[in-house]
Structures are given as C-alpha cells and as structure tokens.
C-alpha cells in the first residue's frame, strides 16, 4: 500500500519561492514514476515534474528554470523547489505515482498529462499554493 504526504504550501507573492515535501512510502520493484501534478481554479490537473526509478526528471513547459524536482532516498521524500513564481502558479499541489510505467515512459506525465490517461494509482491529499500580490 502506498502512502504519499505532501507538505508546504502556502502563500507567497509573485516572484517568491517555495518547496514542496512529499513523504513517500514505496515499495516496488523495476520502474516507476513519481512527482508533482497541479490543478488550478477551472484548470485541468497537468504534470509539473515527475522522475523515474533512476531519478532522471522531466519538466512541464511551464516550469522549466523555475522548478526543480529531487528526492532524499534516505527520508523516503520527494521534493519540489519553486522558484520565480507568478499567479499561474496558484493550484493545488499533488504528489503521485505511477507503480508500473515502462522505462523510459514518465516523461509523458509532465509533458503530455491532462488528468485522464497512464496509471496514477496513488494520490495524496494535496498542498495549497497561492501566489498573490
């Protein structure tokens, strides 16, 4: 059973920084992928950095330069290091996986996913982020 906990969102202005924990409990073998989804006020949910079993990242677009994606494997946590952020920023926060993705295949999280398709198959509860000024 896998058990995923984010943590540190807030509030900042525009232009702010602020990093996401997520503690996660894996236990699996071969490949998998794990990272940061978000869903804006009327927005669809969308990737925004996910790694591989490996730790090799994939961005969104979006948050290329800003946003850094890393793990302590040793505190079981993942994290999310935002940078410069803008209003477009604000949405809910998510950490979640998917337990059985082909290698090679997590890049279409961040780049391609729009909160229908892969195998998200756990989900925590999400972290607030508000950018205002």
């Known amino acids: 059973d896998v058990q995923l906990v984010e943590s540190g969102g807030g509030l900042v202005q525009p232009g702010g920084s602020l990093r996401l924990s997520c503690v996660a409990s894996l236990r699996t073998r071969g490949n998998y992928c794990i990272g940061w989804f978000r869903q804006g006020p009327g927005k669809e949910r969308e990737g925004v950095a996910v790694v591989d079993a490996n730790g090799s990242p994939s961005y969104a677009d979006s948050v290329k330069g800003r946003f850094t994606i890393s793990r302590d494997n040793d505190k079981n946590t993942l994290y999310l290091q935002m940078n410069a952020l803008s209003p477009e920023d604000t949405a809910m926060y998510y950490c979640?996986?998917?337990?059985?993705?082909?290698?090679?295949?997590?890049?279409?999280?961040?780049?391609?996913?729009?909160?229908?398709?892969?195998?998200?198959?756990?989900w925590g509860q999400g972290t607030l982020v508000v950018v205002f000024s």
């Open positions: 979640a996986a998917d337990l059985s993705a082909p290698p090679g295949t997590c890049a279409w999280y961040s780049e391609h996913y729009s909160g229908t398709g892969g195998a998200l198959g756990a």
